[in-house]
């Protein structure tokens, strides 16, 4: 992958502190984070974004060993939408086709319906975001994944966005 | 997360922006894209698309609150910040537990002097005016002649020979024409009125370590300055400003009125001291919600009278007899008679309760609707204001909420919802 733990494109508008990273180091979108700034990503590149396609309403999707795909909003997203207070999920064995809403996110003052990147089944939900709904925010690409469905069209996953061009997309849209 | 709606109920006529169809909108709303571009000499200009037609106005700490990292928006024509790079629960927190300053100096100040300057307050809001003590003040109403209520202030009886008022920005229109309205009909009957209005700037100082911060500023002494009580005073080395003690967030806290081209100079100083941060119109709403205090537009507005707002306390016990204030004829009786539906507070868990929430009885059917919600950061449940009709209105109720479709199980709450803190002395 690509010069990984290199910092890429910073425009001269982020202050960042980021040490340079080798690849022998492990990689958390935490330590590669500085503080996050409202309206501005970190541009990374990362072994645990990378693996990653996103939708253009900034959730994203893994594809897992098992073949199933976990999904969770990304940290552009987490950040507009502050403190998560409350995660609305759906159950296990729901079917869902493409951009259907599939349940919600509430901080406290803003909230935000959740949108399937795929068409599947729920086959599991993160029941640990019902005591801890900020690990959506501490830890977007990992704990606080929201919820594991089948794959029911490969194809779809194509028409994501890889890393960078999710990167460009929001970069787009600050614009 | 296709759109994100972002609920800034914080004042005046209680916005609720719905962001445009992509997270984009919640960003120009809240972050960046709102000032990053425009290094306007004059008024910004609101890029929220349909949002503000008009230039937004500025306080003197504008400039301040982005050099802060302040994320601004547009507020009842006034560009503030909604918070500061701590997250919002964290500022929240930090003014439960330390000293928050939020900038306020959008909200109206004005100053009543005259001999006749009480009865010309009395004309006006629901209050005993003339009943306060020298630097004394208390929360009142502007009424209608319907009985409505068209904004909640502030009047302090200063012993400087005038009322100092302090209204809310969203209605600074509205009241100002009214008083000045109200001003010419006294003059045009030879009564001794006169009004100003203030250009200073107005600083809020909140939470349990002000008083150990401002003291070090301050020849009085504040363990003297009880809740509701004011007084001028040279803060910090800036003379005329004016020290009130009350607030917007259930804890012992201050609101300092100080020339504006000072104001920068005492909140650096206020700054300097480890246990204050700056916090925005965020942590400001969730903190008075949480305080059980009624924000204008959204819990009270003209077609809600003080009895139906549960405010009856805010109506002078002279004034219930002598009904010489707008309204008198509808509001006084209700006292007595009591209101189809009532203002309670509510508690739930699951899913956050916002405004325009429907309030169901337990059986289903819709009681009332929510005027104010939020996840509290305190307890962690959701708190919220709203009317019921008033056979549910006694607190312990169990009621539902109808939110994303479901209903999800209520309790009809007293309120402060937490504990409030003011000084007594």
Request: net charge neutral.
């Amino acid at each position: 992958m690509a010069a990984c733990g290199l910092l890429r494109s910073l425009s001269s508008n982020f202050f960042t502190v980021l040490p340079l990273l080798n690849r022998s180091v492990t990689l958390s979108p935490l330590r590669l984070a500085s503080t996050p700034y409202f309206g501005r990503t970190i541009t990374t590149s990362s072994r645990v974004t990378a693996d990653l396609k996103f939708t253009d309403k900034h959730e994203w999707i893994r594809v897992e060993d098992d073949g199933n795909g976990t999904i969770g909003i990304s940290k552009f997203a987490q950040e507009a939408l502050g403190d998560v207070v409350y995660c609305g999920l759906p159950e296990v064995g729901t079917q869902l086709a493409q951009q259907d809403e599939f349940g919600a996110l509430e901080s406290v003052k803003a909230a935000s319906e959740l949108y399937s990147p795929l068409t599947g089944e729920v086959v599991e939900v993160n029941t640990l975001l019902a005591d801890n709904p900020g690990l959506v925010n501490k830890s977007c690409y990992t704990d606080g994944w929201l919820m594991k469905m089948t794959i029911g069209n490969p194809a779809e996953l194509d028409a994501l966005m890889d890393e960078a061009a999710y990167d460009r997309y929001i970069r787009s849209i600050e614009d | 997360m296709m759109w994100a709606r972002l609920l800034v109920g914080v004042g005046g006529s209680g916005l609720w922006l719905r962001a445009s169809r992509d997270l984009r909108g919640l960003l120009r709303v809240g972050g960046a894209a709102c000032v990053g571009r425009r290094q306007a000499s004059s008024g910004e200009e609101c890029p929220v698309k349909g949002h503000c037609t008009e230039a937004l106005k500025k306080t003197p700490l504008f400039d301040f609150h982005r050099e802060q990292g302040g994320k601004m928006v547009g507020f009842a024509g006034w560009s503030m910040p909604v918070q500061y790079k701590d997250s919002h629960i964290a500022s929240h927190m930090h003014t439960r537990e330390h000293c928050s300053i939020f900038d306020v100096s959008h909200m109206l100040q004005t100053k009543v002097h005259g001999k006749d300057r009480v009865k010309f307050m009395e004309s006006l809001v629901v209050g005993d005016i003339a009943e306060l003590k020298d630097n004394q003040g208390t929360l009142s109403l502007f009424t209608t002649e319907k009985g409505g209520i068209i904004d909640d202030l502030i009047v302090t009886r200063t012993d400087q020979g005038y009322l100092y008022v302090v209204s809310n920005a969203g209605c600074a229109d509205k009241d100002s024409a009214r008083m000045k309205a109200r001003l010419a009909e006294f003059k045009a009957a030879g009564l001794d009125v006169d009004m100003e209005f203030l250009d200073e700037a107005l600083i809020a100082v909140q939470g349990p370590s002000m008083a150990q911060v401002l003291q070090q500023g301050l020849k009085e002494d504040l363990s003297k300055l009880t809740f509701m009580n004011s007084t001028l005073a040279t803060v910090f080395g800036i003379p005329g400003c004016r020290v009130t003690r009350c607030g917007y967030t259930g804890e012992d806290g201050v609101e300092i009125s100080v020339p504006a081209s000072r104001v920068v100079e005492l909140t650096e100083k206020l700054l300097s001291h480890s246990e204050v941060k700056l916090a925005g119109l965020g942590s400001r709403d969730s903190l008075r919600l949480e305080a059980g205090l009624c924000l204008y537009g959204n819990d009270i507005d003209e077609t809600t009278t003080p009895v139906e707002g549960t405010l009856v306390w805010t109506i002078g016990k002279r004034r219930r007899q002598t009904k010489d204030f707008p309204g008198a004829d509808i509001i006084v009786p209700q006292i007595k008679a009591k209101t189809a539906r009532k203002r309670v507070g509510l508690v739930s868990t699951g899913p956050p309760v916002r405004q325009h929430t429907p309030i169901l009885s337990p059986d289903g059917k819709v009681i009332g609707e929510v005027t104010s919600g939020c996840p509290s950061p305190c307890l962690k449940k959701n708190i919220a204001m709203g009317y019921v009709d008033s056979a549910f209105a006694k607190n312990g109720t169990a009621i539902q909420v109808e939110v994303r479709k479901k209903a999800v199980p209520a309790t009809v709450s007293k309120m402060p919802f937490v504990p409030t803190n003011y000084y007594s002395g």
